[in-house]
Antibody
């Protein structure tokens, strides 16, 4: 049973960079899965941010593409999210999730981590 | 405003049957798109309930079922139980927007 766990600062200053990590247990980020980030805010609801494949190929939400980077670290069995130039609108609960290679559903999720953008 | 439209809330008595609708367009709920449903209880990880319109992952009770017709999908819960209280989200891929989209969620209350 895969388990995903988000970690990172809960408070980020405006114009700064939001950095989160998703630790993976019970699976390897080197498997043929898509490793995904989703966020949830009261204003926008659930919003798909992007995903990365085990070989480093990535897809991003067009509305966030200019600010987002998702990377995978096979040695630590985790994947990461970086979101630059953050504003208050980026305050949300951030979830990591796993998608099977041939599926479009998110089969496993982490519990989420709250990030607030504030000075 | 979400691309997929869900009712904000539904309620029912224990044992009753509830349905939650998810309405979209041909670019996200149609013959070439699959709709998925998630259950989310605050503080917990969201749980995949239904994938590819009608399929239940292993471990999901058969009280939960999914259907799709035209540009609308539905989640049905039969034999409603107290621990079904949660928010339910639909999700699909939008071929026009070129990314995954979610409904705004439907809060289920068991009376």
């Amino acid at each position: 049973q895969v388990q995903l766990h988000e970690s990172g600062p809960g408070l980020v200053k405006p114009s700064g960079t939001l950095s989160l990590t998703c630790g993976v247990s019970g699976d390897s980020v080197d498997n043929t899965k898509w490793w995904t980030w989703v966020r949830q805010s009261p204003e926008k609801g659930l919003e798909w941010i992007g995903e990365i494949y085990y070989n480093g190929g990535a897809n991003y939400n067009p509305s966030l593409r200019s600010r987002v980077t998702i990377s995978v670290d096979k040695s630590r069995n985790h994947f990461s999210l970086k979101l630059t130039s953050v504003t208050a609108a980026d305050s949300a609960v951030y979830y990591c999730a796993r998608r099977d290679f041939l599926a479009s559903s998110l089969e496993s999720w982490g519990q989420g981590t709250q990030v607030i953008v504030s000075s | 405003q979400s691309v997929l439209t869900q009712p904000p809330s539904v309620s029912g008595a224990p044992g009753q049957r509830l349905t939650i609708s998810c309405t979209g367009s041909t670019s996200n709920v149609g013959p070439d798109s699959h709709v998925h449903w998630y259950q989310h209880i605050p503080g917990r990880a969201p749980r995949l309930l239904i994938h590819d319109d009608t399929n239940r992952p292993s471990g999901v009770p058969d009280r939960f079922s999914g259907s799709k017709s035209g540009t609308s999908a539905s989640l049905a819960i039969t034999g409603l139980q107290a621990d079904d209280e949660a928010t339910y989200y639909c999700q699909s891929y939008d071929s026009s927007l070129r990314h995954y989209v979610f409904g705004a969620g439907t809060e289920v209350t068991v009376l």
